[in-house]
């Protein structure tokens, strides 16, 4: 069975940087599965950031593009995310996913909620 | 990109079937049969229902079905049970920008 658990601080300071990790458990980082990472504000619906591939190709979600990074460790069977110049707005549940070459995601990390802080 | 359109709530009683739909474009839903459907209860981690339109992963409940028609993609949960009260969304492969846009939630309550 497929786990994933995020893990971070919960709280990062305005203009910051915000830096989770996603330890992935029962599939190989290195399987034919891309690595996703989705928001979701309090109170408010999804946003899928962005994915990693095991071979380290990247997509991302055009509006947040500019401030995140997504990277893959695969001695550690994690990848991570990273978003910079943090606000407000950037208050969120992060969750990690995996996902099915574009058809789906599943399963999903339990989600871990990340305060900006002024 | 623009979040695909649900409606912001549906409701039914027990037994009862009830659809919830997801619009988009061409872009999107209309030319790619990529959609997924997810559920959330409160506070928890979004669960897949539905994947590429109509299929179903092992384990969930043959109460929930998909279609498509158009730009428009439907959500029936049949036979409504308590449990079936949650948020709902749904996502789509998009054209041209990010792999995946997800759509605005649906409150589905269960009388």
């Known amino acids: 069975q497929v786990q994933l658990q995020e893990s971070g601080p919960g709280v990062v300071k305005a203009s910051g940087t915000l830096s989770l990790t996603c330890a992935v458990s029962g599939d190989s980082i290195s399987s034919t599965m891309w690595w996703s990472w989705v928001r979701q504000p309090p109170g408010k619906g999804l946003e899928w950031i962005g994915e990693i591939y095991h071979s380290g190709s990247t997509n991302y979600n055009p509006s947040l593009r500019s401030r995140v990074t997504i990277s893959i460790d695969k001695s550690k069977n994690q990848f991570s995310l990273k978003v910079s110049s943090v606000t407000a707005a950037d208050t969120a549940v992060y969750y990690c996913?995996?996902?099915?070459?574009?058809?789906?995601?599943?399963?999903w990390g339990q989600g871990t909620l990340v305060t900006v802080s002024s | 990109q623009s979040a695909l359109t649900q409606p912001a709530s549906v409701s039914g009683s027990p037994g009862q079937a009830i659809t919830v739909s997801c619009t988009g474009t061409s872009n999107d839903v209309g030319n790619y049969n990529l959609v997924s459907w997810y559920r959330q209860h409160p506070g928890k981690a979004p669960k897949l229902m539905i994947y590429?339109?109509?299929k179903r992963p092992s384990g969930v409940s043959n109460r929930f079905s998909g279609s498509k028609s158009g730009n428009t993609a439907s959500l029936t949960i049949s036979g409504l049970q308590a449990e079936d009260e949650a948020d709902y969304y749904c996502?789509?492969?998009?054209?041209?920008?990010?792999?995946?846009?997800f759509g605005t939630g649906t409150m589905v309550t269960v009388l």
């Open positions: 996913a995996r996902g099915f070459a574009i058809s789906a995601i599943d399963p």
């Open positions: 996502c789509s492969f998009a054209r041209g920008t990010s792999p995946y846009v």
């Open positions: 590429e339109v109509n």
